[in-house]
Structure formats: C-alpha cells, structure tokens
T-cell receptor, first 115, second 113 residues
C-alpha cells in the first residue's frame, strides 16, 4: 500500500525567506507525484505534478519540486515566500502510469508567512 | 465556469440517522472521486466512480457507506446509521478523464451529535 509522509506539520516563515517542505513516499512501483495547496477558505488546487522526465518540476506561483527516486522524496521549494503563500500544502502520490486515479495524501503542512 | 459543487457545506446528524452528501462535477467531467479527512489527518481516498460505474472502492468502509454516480444528476455519498466516528470533512473531486488533473470541491463538514 502507498503511504506519504510530510515532515512538518506547521512551518512559520517571514516574507522573502526560502521554503522547503519535505515529502517522502512509500511505494514499490512507479509513481506519479503531486503537490496541492489549500488557501484559507478555498478548495484544494494543484500546484505541480510529476509523471516522468525531468525530475525538477516547475509549478505555478514560483513553486518547484524535485523528485529524488533514490530517496523516495518529492520536496517542494520556493526561493522567496510571500504573505499570500500562507496556506496548507499537501503532497500526494498515485500509482504510476498515465492515470491519476486514487490519490494518497500526506497529512499536510500548514505554512504561515509573516509580512 | 462553475467548479466542483458540493452540498451541503455543513451537515449535522444524530447517531443512527442517514447522511447524504452530494457532488456535482465540473461541466464535461465524467470521473468523480470521494475523499475523507478525519481531524488531524490527511485526505484518505474512499471511492472512484465514472458515470454509472464504480471503478475503485478500495477505500470505502465495508458497511454503512455507499456511493453512486447516476447517468443524470450528482454523485451521492450515502452513510447509513451514522456514528460519532463518521464526523469528518468529505471532499469530492472530478476530472474529465482518468489521466487528467482532479479538481476539488470545497467539501462537506459532517458532524454527528
């Protein structure tokens, strides 16, 4: 069975600080990897995804993530955060192939950015 | 272009009652997914449906829970004889095809008294 672990429950940063949110997954086969974001009062939105190819994936709003297969990791990064990045971030995985299908989510990381 | 619509946003039921949660997918989407988020936990997959068919129900509890996505109308997640442990946020997502991104609704918060 797949599982996803996010290292930090709550991260607090000041504006312009760099961000890295950890995500590790457990699954023996090929995986598809995702980061979703939920802004306060809004629904989950897809930030970025990895299916295959270049392991460094760029998403919306300046976010990127790197897939390191040997470490079973897919960490999310942003060089300089803004107050508007305050949200909850979820890492998710689905079994490999071209189908999204069933997503397995991590517990989520709440990011608070102080102006 | 309306997104995934879930209703009600909040639902309160007493133990033993039935809860019906509705999800209208985005226009043109024929794939629906239900997830549950228990307090202090991440979203857990429950069921994946395509019009009139259940594709994957590996995350559905064996008893009291059922889901449908009829040819016409919204997808329904039904919980019979609710218990306190059913209190959670239930999220619906939809996609145009199985290999397209899932778009999420705002969720239904179910509280059991």
């Amino acid at each position: 069975a797949q599982s996803v672990s996010q290292h930090n429950h709550h991260v607090i940063l000041s504006e312009a600080a760099s961000l890295e949110l950890g995500c590790n997954y457990s699954y023996g086969g090929t995986v598809n990897l995702f980061w979703y974001v939920q802004y306060p009062g809004q629904h989950l939105q897809l930030l970025l995804k990895y299916f295959s190819g270049d392991p460094l994936v760029k998403g919306i709003k300046g976010f990127e993530a790197e897939f390191i297969k040997s470490k079973f990791s897919f960490n999310l990064r942003k060089p300089s955060v803004q107050w508007s990045d305050t949200a909850e971030y979820f890492c998710a995985v689905s079994a490999g192939g071209t189908s999204y299908g069933k997503l397995t989510f991590g517990q989520g990381t709440i990011l608070t950015v102080h102006p | 272009n309306a997104g995934v619509m879930q209703n009600p946003r909040h639902l309160v039921r007493r133990r033993g009652q039935e809860a019906r949660l509705r999800c209208s997918p985005m226009k043109g989407h024929s794939h629906v997914y239900w997830y549950r988020q228990l307090p202090e936990e991440g979203l857990k997959f429950m069921v994946y449906l395509q019009k009139e068919n259940i594709i994957d129900e590996s995350g559905m509890p064996k008893e009291r829970f059922s889901a449908e996505f009829p040819k016409e109308g919204p997808s329904i997640l039904r919980i019979q004889q609710v218990v306190r442990g059913d209190s959670a946020a239930y999220f619906c997502a939809s996609s145009r095809e199985g290999d397209q991104p899932q778009h999420f609704g705002d969720g239904t918060r179910l509280s059991i008294l």
